[in-house]
């Protein structure tokens, strides 16, 4: 079979797959009880699933074939996983991708008939056998009940026929012996048991390799075939119905997720970090990116964990309800009010305007002639004089980074609460500091504030000193710039064009609020006719304009 109808077959096995999860959501998150009964196991699977579709290239406009795109929807679903579950289904698809990866049968010449209806089954087991490998893998302490145990009995339920039989015959074998170990999980599993309910991972797993059975038995699923029902034949009788079901209180009180760029030789520190403030530890990757996942009662620690680590980004933070009876603690003045200060360190005069305008207890990054950045020592000695117990560290990037790191474990070591929030740019750092409410408990706080800066998109424009090869093409002398997050996304002869381009980029996802801060190299007028061009372009969009005093970067630019 050619590479493009084996590309057809992954293309039609993961609409069905997203589908069939997209279905069946509710019914999913009802039965989540397990490691935590926070009710969205279903709606993590279908988000990392969407990313995983949507990270394949339009049908005819890539290089095809099954390796082609499973790699991409593995990398998509690494990139967009979501909760515990997400991160484990990135992992299998991944194992899947190594083993239809180039060179395979998929990809030879007329071999691609593995992934046809009348081609061979040796391909799909040895790629679940894969997948569970590095599902397990990912998986700080597995537990058996779980998503986990499907995937090995679909692996082997896949294994059981000869591997000249067709495709669709281990497909649906793997699908039946998945379903067969649903329906134990509760004998596994105890909390299972008490709620009456079957395993929630396993069960979309389920509804996946349904989808991929009516994939390549039918070449396109019914909706029923898409659907799937994961609970009609697999939630067991227990002591009661789920709904009346009284979970454990989960042991810690926040889920801290994250994309980390960071070498693999980091990961096995990153782990044990992460292992020793909590639970439910989960990272998968390859290569130099990695989705990290834990729940932990530190929010902080487990952020600076990632920035020791590399560089981490889409950091988001969940709390989990709080167990009943629980009163917040404060400390602070008898009224309850919390002594909690946010430190920035500014880069500039101008941004350290704008960060103590924004409430921030600021110090300079570096002085005059290239003074290095102050100690973690001076640090805390700053923290300490302003009396506070609780301290949110933002962290930038360069020198700046790591004194802000040193400076957060002097500080915990010294005996004060404290937060280490990764912001790589001076607008994340303003979009923390906007939402930051020192009435609130500190956790929530910090919650509220890594999410800000989360969803913040920055770009930058600037102008080129030098001849430089670029990700946007070769820049000579004199060029203005756009980065995006980062990374050169255009070049332009002029300012204006270089800010209008990036902020089309900026705002192709939407957004409500431009932050623009000029630096003393932006012309007169520029920020104004930028302020016009979004208001004439985004008309719901808000614009606010700030004076900052970055030398080598006429505008910097944040949309929230």
Known sequence: MPADAADAVVRQWCAAGVAGLDAARAEIDALNVYPVPDGDTGTNLVLTMRAAAAALTPAGTGPGGAATELAAMAAGALVGARGNSGVILSSLLRGLAEVFGPGCAAESPGGGAALSPGGGAALLAAGLARAVELGYAAVAVPVEGTMLTVARAAAAGAADPAGTEPLAVAARAAAVAARAALRHTPEQLPVLARAGVVDAGGAGLCVLLD????????????????????????????????????????????????????????????????????????????????????????????????????????????????????????????????????????????????????????????????????????????????????????????PARAAAAATAASARAAGLTV??????????????????????RFEEDVVAMTA?????????????????????????????????????????????????????????????????????????????????????????????????????????????
């Open 211 to 398: 989808a991929l059975a009516a994939v390549t038995a039918h070449g396109a699923p019914s909706a029923r075939d898409g659907a799937g029902h994961p609970t009609e034949r697999a939630v067991v009788a227990g002591p009661g119905p789920a709904a009346s079901f009284v979970a454990d209180r989960p042991p810690y009180a926040y889920e801290v997720q994250y994309l980390l760029d960071a070498e693999p030789a980091a990961v096995p520190a990153l782990r044990a970090a992460l292992a020793g403030l909590g639970d439910s530890l989960v990272i998968s990757g390859t290569g130099h990116l990695w989705s990290v996942h834990v729940h932990v009662d530190d929010v902080g620690a487990a952020i600076e964990a990632g920035l020791t680590a590399g560089r981490p980004r889409q950091v988001s933070v969940a709390r989990f309800a709080d167990p009943p009876g629980t009163c917040p603690q404060h400390l602070g003045d008898p009224a309850g009010r919390v002594a909690r200060t946010v430190l920035v360190l500014a880069p500039d005069a101008g941004l350290e305007q704008l960060f103590t305008a924004a409430g921030a207890l600021v110090v300079p990054a570096g002085g005059p002639l290239g003074r290095p950045p102050p100690s973690a020592g001076e640090l805390v000695a700053v923290i300490r004089a302003s009396g506070a117990a609780e301290v949110v560290v933002l962290a930038g990037d360069g």
């Open 419 to 440: 937060a280490l929030l990764p912001t790589r740019s001076p607008m994340q750092g303003l979009a923390a500091l906007a939402v930051h409410d020192p009435q609130r």
């Open 452 to 560: 800000a800066a989360g969803a913040t998109r920055v770009g930058a424009v600037t102008v080129a000193t030098e001849a430089a090869q670029t990700s946007a093409g070769v820049c000579a002398a004199g060029d203005v710039l756009a980065l995006l997050d980062g990374d050169v996304v255009l070049l332009a002869a002029d300012l204006r064009t270089a800010a209008c381009g990036l902020l089309e980029r900026l705002l192709l996802g939407g957004g409500e609020l431009v932050t623009m801060v000029a630096g003393p190299g932006a012309p007169v007028g520029l920020t104004g006719e930028l302020a016009a061009y979004v208001a004439s372009r985004w008309p719901g969009v808000e614009t606010t304009v700030h004076a900052g005093g970055q030398p080598d970067c006429p505008l910097l630019l944040g949309v929230e």
